[in-house]
């Protein structure tokens, strides 16, 4: 065959990869843009907007995250002020381009290796691919970014590895820029400080030193920005991490249920470490399948320590896990054997791993099903409800007790009504009554539900959210704490109730002064 019949179908290739990507990334953001903004997503938006208009973060604004992800939603929502549009039209594209900048530079770092890599724009389209249809519905969450940061530093690593072997040496500009990036990824989960820890000790195993640019790099971007939290923001480690330590364990599953819903991700990694194994003398790119599977077993660990049982706390070892089967698949049918006397094909094998990354896209459609159902019919969600609510009635403060964030965001980011809480949702409330089972004195240091009557009475909303699906009376609960609270919930009738929800509106005669009403229910005076 001709050098130039080999190289004609190139092109075709290309377009066609570039054309597929181009269909996953039009229906991922038709997904984003037209369906409800995801509640985590709302929320750091709205903090990033309290914090621009000077309100004090973790003190005025709960919050249990690092500053990072708060600094980099005002990011779009400052842009989107420049525009006078929604931020939700900015923050989307920004995060789906922020994921396909990340595969973007990973197939420009695979390239130099050669073979299979060498196909920039295939390569390109199917890490970006991986990217945007695995999160589904979780576009933009921190464990997207931070997998999407991770990538070129899990690609240098490899090399870096290589090079024992003959490989060719990542440029130091490279291994710098991979590092800084990987910190900040990790900057917004600092557990994933673990992956750093277990790539090192790989990297031990092959007697390679540890002060190489890379991980410096990393370690240097990590070291300032722990300073400058401490410097900046202070009521983070001061307040939001005890308050995390002492109360978000309430959300926690139990090991068995969590195993059970980990258990596909587990069989794909168990897999993949077989097939790594089986095949690591003969198969290409054996450093490469290695690494990735060092970073999902450790995102793994770090998912069961966490114990919640949430699909985007399993997405950074579900995407490199997938990356790595494709590789394998692919590297291994691209090395096919020539004469009888080659070693034969790994069919059952090639198999199983295509059963497994059909599951797994398959398992992602079937997310991103309802978020385009949404899109296509936005106003027959329960978010789009209560919005027409608010409106109707024209309220200017809002309060849904439930652990259910998205019924307080996008519900307030799109009416622009006040928020009647310094939390986000009752995780806080849930946690206190959960924590005063296992030691009763954590309610004098950590007095949720007395902060959230308060709240209440301060904000005096206009409309009040109850969701009735989740067991737990929120009236009774609050009542017991603020016995201010009582008087002033006894004004309010409910008005409507659909999907597990009981709405409330505040009747006429004014609010509670919460500083005269928390001396006593006999001693208030209402104002307005």
Known sequence: MSLTQTRAPRPIVNAISLLLLLGVTMVVLFAALRSPLKDDIAWLLYVAR??????????????????????????????????????????????????????????????????????????????????????????????????????PYLILFARTLDTEHGGPRPAIGALLAAGVLA?????????????????????????????????MAATATLTGYVILVAWVCPAYLRRAVPM????????????????????????????????????????????????????AATSSVICFVDGKDWFYHRLPATVVTLLVLILWAASTLRHRPDDEGSRRMPWFELTAAGIMVALFCVSAAQRLEPE??????????????????????????????SEWIALGFPVVNNTGVLWASRFDSMWALKGELWRA??????TKEWPIAHWVAHDFIA??????????????????????????????????????????????????????????????????????
């Open 50 to 151: 309290r914090w621009i208009a000077g309100r004090e973060l973790y003190v005025d604004v709960i919050e249990v995250n690092p500053p990072l992800i708060i600094w980099i939603s005002a990011i779009p929502l400052t842009v989107a002020r420049w525009f006078a549009i929604d931020p939700q039209f900015v923050a989307m594209p920004a995060f789906a381009a922020i994921a396909l900048g990340c595969a973007w530079w990973s197939a420009c770092l695979l390239r130099p290796i050669g073979g299979l890599f060498a196909a920039r724009i295939p390569m390109f389209a199917v890490i970006g691919g991986v990217l945007l249809i695995i999160p589904a519905a979780d576009l933009g969450q921190r464990e997207h970014l931070l997998v999407a940061a991770f990538l």
């Open 183 to 215: 910190a900040l990824g990790c900057a917004l989960k600092p557990q994933y400080g673990l992956v750093f820890a277990a790539l090192e000790v790989v990297a031990l195993s092959h007697r390679i030193r540890p002060w190489r640019a890379a991980p």
């Open 244 to 295: 995390a330590l002492a109360l978000y364990g309430a959300t926690d599953v139990s090991f068995g249920a969590l195993l059970l819903k980990s258990a596909p991700l587990l069989a794909a990694e168990g897999l993949a470490i077989f097939l790594w194994w089986r095949h690591r003398r003969t198969v290409n790119h054996a450093t490469l399948l290695m690494t990735g599977m060092v970073f």
């Open 372 to 401: 385009v159902r949404q899109a296509v019919e936005p106003q027959a969600t329960t978010v789009a409800r209560l919005e027409a609510l608010i409106r109707l009635h024209h309220a200017r403060t809002y309060i849904a007790f």
């Open 437 to 442: 089972h296992i030691d009763p004195a954590a």
């Open 459 to 528: 904000g005096c909303p206009d409309i009040a959210v109850v969701d009735t699906r989740e067991g737990l009376n929120y009236i009774r609960v609050l009542s017991a704490a603020e016995p201010s609270f009582v008087r002033v919930w006894s004004r309010y009738k409910e008005i409507v109730a659909f999907d597990g929800l009981k709405v409330y509106k505040r009747g006429k005669g004014g609010c509670i002064d919460p500083w005269v009403a928390a001396e006593g229910p006999g001693s208030g005076t209402t104002v307005r």
